[in-house]
């Protein structure tokens, strides 16, 4: 008995931990649904629910339903790879408008906003001729691939002899947005 006594705070201590112990694993049986853990980390269920939401980007080919020459255009250049939501933003309100529209003749579509510099915008769609735009793929910086048409801003502008080279619209003094000429 007298084990028992000197031991006493060890056997509390041992009680103690069995009952959290206990109790998390019944809470945790509780809260963890039944298909947790049957695809990876997370629950099964999940797929479904993701599935059914609709989808945040649109694909070119709904922005081509409309504008079938801007994908003639690029069908050759070096941009056809470039998603048009890259450019011009998400165009989901744009979208259910055109196609309204197209369902009742006179029905109004809202023309591109012009971009407001920032790439984390809420304009539904826009046009831009902003250089920032350009050189989000274009402006050399280490780890592109050696074989990616980059450029050294400056220098490419002294030599193109760029008229205004501080300007936003620098870049499409000579280029256009959809081609890649020159």
């Known amino acids: 008995m007298r084990f028992f006594s ?3 705070h060890l056997w509390i201590l041992l009680v103690l931990i069995a009952a959290v112990g206990g109790g998390f694993l019944a809470v945790r049986g509780r809260m963890v649904p039944e298909s947790f853990g049957q ?5 099964a269920e999940a797929l479904t629910e993701i599935a059914s939401q609709p989808s945040v980007f649109q ?4 922005c081509h339903e409309c504008h079938q020459d801007v994908q003639e255009e690029r069908a050759e250049s ?3 790879a470039v998603r048009c939501t890259h450019c011009h933003g998400l165009g989901r309100e744009h979208v259910v408008r055109a196609r309204k529209a197209a369902e009742s003749p006179g029905f109004a579509i809202d023309p591109a906003a012009e971009w ?10 826009f046009t831009t001729h902003d250089r920032k735009t350009c050189l989000v793929c274009h402006e050399a910086v280490v780890g592109m ?16 002899e760029a008229s205004e080279p501080t300007s936003r619209e620098a870049c499409f003094e000579c280029h256009g947005g959809h081609d890649t000429a020159p």
């Not at 407001?116 to 769609?125: A, C, R």
């Not at 691939?145 to 193109?160: C, G, T």
């Open 78 to 80: 070096l941009h056809k």
């Open 145 to 160: 691939p050696e074989d990616f048409r980059k450029i050294n801003v400056a220098e490419h502008l002294e030599e193109m």
């Open 59 to 62: 694909a070119d080919s709904v």
């Open 116 to 125: 407001d510099g920032s790439f984390l915008t809420d304009i539904d769609l």
């Open 6 to 8: 000197d031991t006493r």
């Open 39 to 43: 695809h990876g980390p997370y629950r």
